[in-house]
């Protein structure tokens, strides 16, 4: 198969920009290593070890190891302020095309953007492919099979997302995974900026819509609006950073973006039906019966 390798190392910076339209796989390790893709390119992102921070138009974000990012939402760039080990599979969405056929009757399907623990066979097909990169004639022999399997498990993985596209506007199916597109960059954006008051505006300007369409057609997708959205993310994260951390409350408050503690404390009682200090004296009860 057609596979660029490429290694980068301790401050080295690679632009792909204006590389071969076929598949790449890096392998970078150290600190200040800099990876930029140009927009149009589809990529897999796994940290190995250390945190992988990546830059698009209009968000900025760190991704944990052990963590996948599928990234096709315009130009991206990685950097690492601290050592790190990572792979990036990436390439134009045309290299991608024959990898993510389902069947010989079928046409290619699409990966969406996402982010989440990887996969374990995930990982394992990434740092296998790695290896390969290395060796020509093993590559030849089984790097398309690796490629095509870990497309695969990934539009597996997808499938409760890929089952939304027919709510998405659009008469062909181009433009509803357009639409889909769309959304899935709303939701990046509520999700990497949970400690910002939500703005509508901003939400839907990085759509293209209007705050009304925006609201609407986000509803007839996921079930939610935006705003609800966003207040279940902030829910999840305070229940867990009460449960799981020793931060104090007003610490909390600070970093979910409340405006005062009290709207805070008010706010976790009407979630979840206990205050945040009834919520701890239950763990800790029981983290002692166990």
């Not at 839907?204 to 705003?227: G, K, Q, W």
Request: charged residues 25%; hydrophobic residues 40%; aromatic residues 6%.
């Amino acid at each position: 198969m057609s596979l660029h390798h490429h290694r980068i190392h301790f401050a080295e910076h690679l632009d792909l920009s204006a590389s071969r339209p076929t598949l790449h796989l890096v392998r970078a390790s150290g600190r200040a290593v800099q990876l930029d893709l140009p927009s149009g390119w589809l990529s897999l992102w796994l940290p190995l070890r250390g945190p992988l921070r990546l830059e698009s138009a209009d968000s900025t974000w760190e991704l944990a190891p052990g963590h996948l990012q599928i990234w096709r939402d315009g130009r991206l760039r990685s950097s690492a302020r601290v050592p790190c080990w990572w792979l990036c599979l990436c390439g134009p969405e045309a290299a991608w095309r024959p990898h993510l056929l389902t069947g010989p009757d079928d046409g290619a399907q699409d990966l969406f953007p996402w982010e989440g623990l990887a996969p374990r066979d995930a990982q394992r097909l990434l740092v296998r492919l790695a290896r390969l990169a290395a060796q020509p004639d093993e590559l030849a022999a089984n790097g398309e099979a690796l490629v095509r399997t870990l497309c695969s498990l990934l539009l597996e993985q997808q499938r409760d997302l890929q089952a939304r596209l027919p709510r998405c506007s659009g008469r062909t199916q181009r433009r509803r995974q357009q639409t889909l597109l769309r959304l899935l960059r709303v939701q990046h954006l509520i999700r990497r900026h949970p400690e910002i008051r939500l703005d509508l505006n901003r939400l839907a300007r990085s759509a293209n819509y209007s705050p009304c369409h925006l609201i609407r057609i986000y509803r007839d997708v996921f079930d939610e609006t935006p705003t609800e959205y966003a207040a279940r993310l902030r829910s999840d994260r305070a229940w867990r950073m009460v449960r799981d951390t020793r931060m104090p409350v007003c610490e909390i408050t600070e970093a979910l973006g409340f405006e005062s503690q009290s709207a805070f404390c008010r706010a976790f009682k009407n979630s979840f039906g206990v205050t945040a200090t009834q919520a701890r004296r239950l763990e800790r009860a029981v983290v002692r019966a166990a």
